[in-house]
Every structure is written in structure tokens, then in C-alpha cells.
């Protein structure tokens, strides 16, 4: 924990500690992210009777946080109140409004979710992992039944993609039964877990038949949110920008971006072309995935090494990052790579890395260049998602676990490639144009989420953009666009969360002046949490107020106006 950071007064630690507890109980999946391992055992109530239930009590708990007296709190605590509110509010939206649940069963992807963890994790024990996973195992064929009188209004793509991480699930199952089989001492436990599987790979088969029969035949061609919900979406996550301006900001960096690979490709191919630029770069590659791997776990400890010597980040002792193939049932979403960081509530410290292999396309293997292998071991890694992580769990508080904004978690790793760069890692002709055209993959994706959301382009577009922008393998690009689809608003929050880092740096630096230091303003947000970034900043100005009596004063200008400035600054 990082020095300066008190523990929460008992009466509103009671209140977060039972707030936590109540709204874990809802989502057992997340709870066995966090470590919170009370309802391990269990899946989700996706029943109508339970929804109405928590939004009844979503509202009652705003209110009764609402009461709460300020001026009794700690800042930090003030904070997680605010927190808390802005985040249940959203959450309303989503189940009233959104009502994502209506127009897919995602049933297979909860399922999925709710096994990696107790299946890739060391904590709890392996017998009671097991345990654990042999009991959801057989509430799966009831979640099933309860799961499909949710879709109301099916779209046909968005059933599409849920059908196909159906389809990869049983074999999930059987690596875990293998698993079972190979570490288990517990004979019961084993013969329970298989029959449990068994049942359930059928439930699942048989909710792919209902899909395809009864839901996907039938079902809408749309694929977007809408205009009206995607803005008010927007607003209530509270990124900064609205979508005309996400738009406009996407636009105009992207053609600056596009100037700056050429630039750069006329020093590396006598062509001058990027595509030409980026295919000798990608020309650079593992033969293999195992070879990839081996990559990825080498590159990572480089990165670590590199940050600690640089005292870019202060890193917590013990913390770990296990680089491992990404599991079958996730690769047709997960392209490349994901991280996921160790449970808040869990003693080890030991995050998971994924990493997608070739699958039987040896071109895929292009994706995973050497020079990508850097760049994404600084995004995922260090100081990337998973230092964030590891970090953001010493915070006493018991509200930020539960309310975590992509703009930071997403902008924070962004980030983290530029700032790297620029303290001298990988800095090299094709380091450089890896990162611009990371950049540019980001920003593409940006535009995409913008536009498919409001029904301005098709999935199909999506990713003939995203593969034009970016020279990426069409396969992966439709991944791309399928996930984009699915997740409104999450992927934009890559660069406009960079352009919030960088903007708030900017004021903290001018406020700090010559006491600035990186190592400061960069322990001073992760290990605060992974809030919205209006939330960041007030951490890191409670941060500044105690260790240099300063004030860090309002914004000067918009995140739209910092964009737009950022580039004239660039031209001059």
C-alpha cells in the first residue's frame, strides 16, 4: 500500500463491506474475479424477478449513500461515495435502457467466465477449486432454461457470436476435466466434476440448437444500440467527450497518424510505403506459437526490469504475471492478447496473460512480430494492465473494486507504450512504427465503435477498416469488429483515455512544476484504483494536497479542446 493511504473509518467501511457483499451476491462471477470466493459455487440469477430486485435496490442504495454526510468522510472516502453513486446510476441505465440481455444470450460467455478463473488461478486451494467448479458445473443446465427467457429482441450477429463461443465451450470443459483427472487426490470430487461436465456440454448443445432453431432464424438484422441510447450511454460513463467530438478527435489524429507512418517508413523501405514498412516488420516473427509464448514470457520480465531500473513505477513485492495461451472458448473475440489481474481479495499477487495462438493459420503468427511482442508486453504487462492491476489491490477501499472504468484501465496501458518509448524502451525505427501503428489500431477501433453503435456502418465495414488502417489479417479484423459490436462504448475508451492521462499529467506537471517526477503521478493513479477519469483526478489531487500541499486546480480546457490543441501543437 502506498504511504499516506489510511483504512476507511468502521461506520462507512461497514457500509462499503455490505454494499460489496450484496452487490457480489448478484454477480458471483466477478466475485470470484476479485477473490471474493463466498459464491464461488454459484451462477448468476438472470431471472426477470432477480433483475427487478436489483434495480429496486440499486436505487435504494443511492439513496441511502446520497444521505450520507460528506464532511464525515475521509477525501479517499468522499471519493469511493461519489464513486459508488456515479457507478449504480450507470448500472440502472444499462439493465433498464441497454437491456443487452434481451437482444443475445450471452449464457455460454458467463459460463466461460465463471470456470477461468477457478481453473487458471492457484488460489483457493486446487480440491476446493475444484469443488467449486464441479457445483456451478451442475447449476449450468437450470442457468441455461432461465438464461433463454431473456431474449426478447434478438439481433442476429450478436446471437451469431454467442453461438460460436457455445460451440467452443465443451472443449473447455474437457480440458478441465483433464485437469481434474491429472491433479485431483479426490476421487469423489473427480467423478462428480465428470458427470457434471457431461450434463452440462449437453445443456450447452442444447442451447445452441434453441439458438439456431428458434432464435437466429428469426432474429434482427440490426447490430447497433442506436444513436439516442449510444450518447446517453456515453455521457453517463463520463469519458469527457460526446460522440460527435469522440468522432472528430478520432479523425483528425488518425490522418496525423497516418502522416507520421509515412514519415517514418520512407527511413526503414526504400518504397517509403507503410504497408510495405509494417509487412517487413511483421516479416519478423516466431515460427511458432509455442515460440510466441516463450516471446511473450521473455519480453515481460525485460519490460519489469526495465521500469524498476528506470523507477518508473513503484512495484509491489511479490507480484507475478503467467504468460499463457489464450483459452479456445475466448480466441474468436481475443485476437491477440488480454490480461487479467490477480483477485483484490486473493493473497497471491500472480496475474494471467493471454496470449492467442495460430490455431492451425500460421499467417496469424505475423501478428505476433517480434516488435509486437515488445509493444504489448509494455500494454499488458509493465507498467501496462497488469502493474495497474497488482496495484490498484493495495487500495484500502472496498467501492473501487466493484466500480472499474475502462477510459483509465484502457488509457492507462495506451499510455504506458508512448511513455515507455520515450524513456528509451524499444526505441528504434520499427519499435517506433509498431507504436504508431498500435496507435492507429486503437483509433480505428475508436471510429468503429462510434459508428457501429449508432448504426453508421456495418460489422462487415468495421473490419475492412480496421484491416486497412492497421495492414491486420482480416481474420483477426473481424474479430475485432465482432467485439467492437458487442461492447458499446468500451473501445473508444483506448485513446480518449490515453488523451485524459496525458492531459492531466500536463496539469499536474504544470502545477508541480520542477517537484514534478513520473514515478510520483504514476504511483499516485494506479495505485488509487481504476476509476473514470474526473475520479482520477481527484485522487491523484488528494495525493498531491497531502504529500506537497498543493492544489491541482479545475481542467483549463475540455478533453476535446486538449485533443484538438495537442495536434496544432504538433503542426507548429
Sequence with gaps: ??????????????????????????????????????????????????????????????????RIDGTSLSGDELIDRDLAIHSLKLRIFELAELRMEEKASMAAREIGDSLFFLYTRNHPPLEQRLQSIAARLERI??????AQKLVKTPYRLWNEVQCETGDRLPKFLKDIEELCEARSQNKDITRRLKAAAKEAAAAIEEHNIWMRKDIIPGASEEYAIGPDLYKKYLLMKGFGVNADETLRIAELHLEDVNRRKVEISKKIVSSGRPQDAIRKMRSDHPAT??????????????ARDYVKRKKLVTLPKGEQLSVIETPYFMRHVLAYAAQFEPGRFDEDMNGIFLVTPDDGNPALLEEHSYTSIINTSVHEGYPGHHLHGVCMNLHPSLMRPLFQSSDFAEGWALYCEDMMLSQGYNDSLLGRLMILNDIAFRIARQICDVKLSMSAMSVENAAEFIAAQTETNMNAATSEAKAIMLSPT??????????????????????????????????????????????????????????YSMDLDEPRETLYQYALRVLDNRAV
Excluded at 24 to 37: D, F, Q, R, V
Excluded at 141 to 146: C, H, L, S
Design 1 to 66: 500500500m502506498r504511504a499516506g493511504i489510511t483504512t476507511e473509518t468502521s461506520s462507512f467501511r461497514r457500509t462499503s463491506e455490505a454494499i460489496l457483499d450484496e452487490v457480489l451476491s448478484w454477480e458471483p462471477t466477478y466475485a470470484t474475479h476479485l477473490g471474493w470466493h463466498k459464491y464461488d459455487d454459484l451462477l448468476p440469477d438472470w431471472s426477470a424477478q432477480s433483475f427487478r430486485h436489483q434495480l429496486e435496490r440499486m436505487g435504494e442504495i443511492v439513496d441511502q449513500l446520497s
Design 141 to 146: 443446465p437450470a442457468f441455461m432454461k432461465t
Design 289 to 302: 506459437s509455442k515460440e510466441a509464448l516463450d516471446g511473450y514470457r521473455s519480453s515481460v520480465l525485460k
Design 490 to 547: 468500451y473501445f473508444m475508451s483506448y485513446f480518449v483515455g490515453k488523451l485524459g492521462v496525458l492531459q492531466m499529467r500536463d496539469d499536474v506537471q504544470r502545477t508541480m512544476g520542477a517537484r514534478f517526477n513520473l514515478r510520483f503521478f504514476h504511483d499516485s493513479l494506479i495505485y488509487s484504483g481504476c476509476m473514470p477519469m474526473s475520479f482520477m483526478r481527484r485522487a491523484i489531487a488528494l495525493r498531491m494536497k497531502e504529500d
